[in-house]
């Protein structure tokens, strides 16, 4: 059974950090791309950063490049999304996606707020 759990969410104020993770099972982690996305309330999903299986090569949303920080760790089949510099527009639902070739699988999303 394929699963993949969020945890680290939460209510922060601006400026502060959090660390979500997305823990994996139920299919070969370590040969999956891996992307962390957030949807606000009333917009659109949006990729926040993704990291590929083999060289974990990242990529970063403009709009978090220089604050946010996708990490993997295969042995735990984990990964981590570091988030500093937080601002009340990143509240959001964040998800985690797998992908590999033509298969992809989604997490619940674990909710963050932003705010004073």
């Known amino acids: 059974q394929v699963q993949l759990v969020e945890s680290g969410g939460g209510l922060v104020q601006p400026g502060g950090s959090l660390r979500l993770s997305c823990a994996a099972s139920?299919?070969?982690?370590?040969?999956?791309?891996m992307s962390w996305y957030r949807q606000a309330p009333g917009k659109e999903r949006e990729l926040v950063a993704h990291i590929t299986s083999i060289g974990g090569r990242t990529e970063y949303a403009n709009s978090v490049k220089g604050r946010f920080t996708i990490s993997r760790d295969n042995a735990k089949n984990t990964v981590y999304l570091q988030m500093n510099s937080l601002q009340p527009e990143d509240t959001a639902v964040y998800s985690c996606k797998a992908d590999w070739l033509l298969r992809s699988y989604w997490g619940q999303g674990t909710q963050v707020t932003v705010s004073s």
């Open positions: 139920g299919f070969t982690f370590s040969t999956y791309a």
